[in-house]
C-alpha cells in the first residue's frame, strides 16, 4: 500500500513536544523557523512517500545479496538514495563548518520518521551514518573531521558501528578485536565483527567503519576498549578516495526481517594490512561509542514509531474496504466495512494511541536534546533518562502495532501478499539490537536513576503528572512510579530493581508519554475540527486504558528477585 505522512501530527509534535519555538529562539537555530519546520516536514513526507516507499516491498522480497565480497541492492535503491543526498535531506542537522544545514535534532527526527516509515530497512543506512556523525564530531581530530565529516553529513559516504563480536554478544568488554601502531601514526586493525548493519553495499563512494578493538597492554575489560575509524577506502590527504583498504564483508544474515538492510559479518586485516586511525584517546573508546549510541537508541525508538505509523495505515485502509458481516444488534442485516465492528474499532484506536502517544515521547526527548546541545541546564540530563524509555517502549510498541495490523487483516495477515507480514517481521529487530530492552531497563535503574540522587527522574514525572490534570488514571501512574523510583533507590537491591526493571521502564514510558498526548490535546482546545476532537478521543483512550494496563505493572515492579531464583537454573531450563 501506499505511504501518506502524517504530516499534522508530526508538526504538532515537533511544536508542542519539542517545542521548537523555544529551540528556534536561540541563535544556532534561529533557522527553524515556523515556515521552514512546515516546509522540512512536508518536503521530506512527500519524498518518503515517492521515493522510499515503493522499495519497501521490493526490498524485501528480493532483498541484499552479496557475491565476490560485494553487496548489491534491488534495482531503484541506488537511484533513491542519490536523489536523497543531492535534496541535502541527509545534511539536515549536521554542523554547517562541515557542510551541514545546522538545524535542530527534532527536524532530523522527522526526516528519519518519514523515511523509515516508508523503508525501514533503507533507512537504517542514514540512521547509521548520524551515529557515525556524532562520535567523529564530538571525538574526532581536526584532520578526522576534516577528512570524514563533510561527505558523512551530505551521505556521500556511509557510516557503520563495529561492536559485536562472535563470543562477546552484548558483552562489549570481551572483544578481541586488536590494534597494532604501524609507527607512522595510524594502525594495523585485526579482527571479525558480527551484525554490522550496512557494513558493505554498493551505494555510496566510500564506508566509514567505526570500530572497537583492545591496544596492546590494555585493561582487561571494557576499560581496555579504544575507537578507531576504518574506511573501507583510504583517504588521501586531500579527501579524495584512494586504495581499498584491508577489510571485507564475509557475509550477510539471513534474517527474519529487514531483508533490503545487509547484515554483514566483517573481517579486518585478513592481510594483516587494515589500516585504521585511534579516534580520541587510547582506552576511551567506550565512551566514543556511547556518543554514538545514545543517538542510535534514540533513532532506533523512532523506528518503533515508524513501523507503527506505517502498520497502522495498511490496517486501517484494509478495514475501511473489507466488508464483511453485520453489525451487531443493527437493524440492517447487510454486511459492512469491518471497520463498523466494535472490536475492529478498539484495535484501530489502540494501535492509534500507541503510535501518537510514542511519537509524543518521540519529539519531546528530540526537544530535550536540542536544549542540551544549546547547554540549556539540566536538558541533557532529562534526555538521557528518556533514551531509555523511548528505545525500549518505543519499540516494544512498534512491535504491538504492527501485530494487531496483521489480526485486523485476519488471514490475509498472515500471507504475504498483502505486506502487513512484513512490517511485523521488520518491527522484531528493534526491541534487540543498539542494547536489548532488556538492557534499556537496566541502563533506567542502575544508572538514570541515580541521577542527581534521582531527582532528574523524579522531576519528569513529576512534571507528567502536573501536564496529565483531567486524566486521573495518567496522574496516579506518574505518582506511582515515583513511588517505585524511591523504593527503588533507597529498599530495593540490585536484584531487585533489576528484576523489575522491564516493568518500571514500561511504567514511566506511558507516564510520560501519555503527559506529552495530553499536552497535545491541551494545545488544540477550542478548536472545532476534525483534527482536535480526534486528538481529545485518542488521548482519553491512551489514558483510560494504556494507562491503567501501565498502573497494573505496579506489583512486577516491585515484586523483588526473589521467586526468579527459587528454580535452579537447570530445572527452569527444563
Not at 119 to 147: C, D, R, W, Y
Not at 380 to 395: E, H, S
Not at 470 to 495: E, F, H, K, N, R
Request: negative net charge.
Amino acid at each position: 500500500m501506499d505511504y501518506v505522512a502524517p504530516t499534522s501530527d508530526q508538526i504538532l509534535a515537533i511544536s508542542v513536544n519539542a517545542g521548537i519555538a523555544e529551540i528556534a529562539a536561540h541563535e544556532p537555530f534561529a533557522a527553524a523557523s515556523p515556515d521552514m519546520v512546515e516546509a522540512i516536514v512536508e518536503g521530506i513526507g512527500q519524498f518518503a512517500a515517492g521515493e522510499f516507499a515503493p522499495l519497501n516491498r521490493k526490498g524485501d522480497v528480493e532483498g541484499a545479496k552479496l557475491a565476490d565480497q560485494t553487496v548489491t541492492l534491488p534495482e531503484g535503491f541506488a537511484k533513491a538514495y542519490h536523489a536523497y543526498v543531492e535534496q541535502g535531506w541527509n545534511a539536515i542537522a549536521g554542523p554547517p563548518e562541515h557542510g551541514g544545514q545546522g538545524l535542530p535534532f527534532s527536524l532530523a527526527t522527522s526526516v528519519i520518521e518519514n523515511l523509515g516509515s516508508a523503508n525501514m530497512a533503507f533507512t537504517l543506512l542514514p540512521l547509521l551514518t548520524v551515529g557515525a556523525i556524532e562520535a567523529l564530531q564530538h571525538h574526532g581530530s581536526q584532520g578526522q573531521k576534516a577528512h570524514y565529516l563533510p561527505k558523512l553529513i551530505s551521505g556521500e559516504w556511509s557510516g557503520t558501528m563495529n561492536l559485536t563480536e562472535p563470543q562477546a554478544g552484548s558483552d562489549v568488554g570481551a572483544l578481541r578485536t586488536t590494534a597494532t601502531p604501524r609507527g607512522d601514526g595510524t594502525w594495523s586493525i585485526k579482527g571479525t565483527k558480527i551484525y554490522i548493519t550496512w557494513g558493505e553495499h554498493d551505494l555510496t563512494e566510500n564506508i566509514v567503519h567505526l570500530v572497537l578493538a583492545r591496544t596492546p597492554g590494555a585493561p582487561a575489560g571494557s576499560r581496555g576498549i579504544s575507537l578507531f575509524v576504518v574506511p573501507k577506502f583510504l583517504v588521501e590527504a586531500d579527501g579524495s578516495v584512494g586504495a581499498r583498504n584491508d577489510l571485507r564483508c564475509a557475509g550477510i544474515e539471513h534474517k527474519l526481517g529487514i531483508m533490503a538492510s545487509p547484515t554483514c559479518v566483517m573481517t579486518f586485516g585478513d592481510d594483516d594490512a587494515c589500516v585504521g586511525e585511534l579516534v580520541g584517546n587510547e582506552n576511551e573508546g567506550l565512551k566514543a561509542m556511547f556518543t554514538m549510541m545514545n543517538s542510535a537508541r534514540i533513532n532506533v525508538g523512532n523506528q518503533g514509531v515508524q513501523i507503527a505509523e506505517r502498520a497502522l495505515q495498511q490496517a486501517s485502509r484494509y478495514a475501511r474496504d473489507r466488508i464483511q458481516s453485520a453489525r451487531a444488534g443493527s437493524a440492517d442485516k447487510n454486511p459492512v466495512a469491518i471497520i463498523e465492528h466494535p472490536d475492529v474499532r478498539r484495535m484501530l484506536l489502540r494501535m492509534r494511541a500507541l503510535t501518537e502517544g510514542a511519537r509524543a515521547l518521540l519529539y519531546y526527548t528530540a526537544g530535550l536534546v536540542d536544549r542540551g546541545a544549546l547547554g540549556i541546564s539540566g536538558a541533557q540530563a532529562r534526555a538521557d533518562c528518556l533514551v531509555p524509555l523511548i528505545k525500549a517502549w518505543g519499540t516494544d510498541i512498534g512491535c504491538e502495532v504492527a501485530s494487531i495490523g496483521v489480526q485486523i487483516h485476519g488471514g490475509m495477515g498472515f500471507v504475504e501478499e498483502t505486506g502487513a507480514a512484513q512490517h511485523y517481521r521488520d518491527a522484531r529487530i528493534a526491541p534487540i539490537y543498539e542494547g536489548t530492552n532488556g538492557i534499556q531497563a537496566a541502563d533506567l535503574v542502575t544508572r538514570k536513576l541515580g541521577y542527581e540522587g534521582g531527582a532528574v527522574l523524579t522531576s519528569l514525572l513529576a512534571e507528567a503528572a502536573r501536564d496529565a490534570a483531567g486524566y486521573p488514571v495518567l496522574q496516579s501512574l506518574a505518582q506511582d512510579c515515583i513511588a517505585i523510583a524511591g523504593w527503588m533507590s533507597t529498599d530495593a537491591s540490585l536484584d531487585d530493581r533489576l528484576a523489575g526493571s522491564t516493568a518500571f521502564c514500561t511504567m514511566c514510558a506511558v507516564a510520560i508519554g501519555g503527559a506529552q498526548l495530553a499536552r497535545q490535546a491541551a494545545a488544540l482546545v477550542g478548536q472545532e475540527t476534525v483534527k482536535a476532537k480526534a486528538k481529545s478521543v485518542v488521548t482519553r483512550y491512551f489514558a483510560q486504558t494504556i494507562a491503567a494496563e501501565a498502573m497494573g505493572l505496579k506489583a512486577a515492579a516491585t515484586a523483588g528477585a526473589g521467586l526468579l531464583y527459587e528454580l535452579d537454573s537447570a530445572v527452569l531450563a527444563g
